[in-house]
């Protein structure tokens, strides 16, 4: 997604990164990305880093924190940029995937 429409336009930091909330992944000023990230805990110190959530999870928690978490921050998040979905298949085969969200 990020080569075919780039990086997402940033924006003010409104509501705090508390546990259940959605936020866009980015490494800095100008670099948020398509993918997303559900905060399992609160992390206010997000706030100050420009992580501006878009969205809670109103219920369904206890499905959240049965996906599969024992990657870590090892994925390469260049090689994810770069090469998708394919990278992440063949290099973390447990890693969760959510193929259906419904907005309320």
């Not at 997000?46 to 928690?61: H, K, N, R």
């Not at 969760?96 to 309320?104: D, E, F, L, M, Q």
């Amino acid at each position: 997604m990020n080569r075919k429409w780039g990086n997402i336009e940033d924006e003010g930091v409104s509501y705090s990164n508390k546990r259940g909330t959605v936020s866009f992944a980015m490494a800095g000023p100008g670099t948020r990305t398509h993918q997303m990230f559900i905060n399992y805990r609160d992390n206010k110190r997000l706030d100050g880093q420009g992580f501006a959530p878009i969205g809670e999870v109103v219920e369904g928690m206890d499905v959240v924190e049965k996906l599969y978490s024992g990657y870590g921050e090892h994925p390469n998040q260049g090689l994810i940029h770069r090469e998708g979905n394919s990278y992440l298949q063949y290099g973390f085969p447990k890693l969760s995937y959510i193929t259906k969200a419904v907005p309320k």
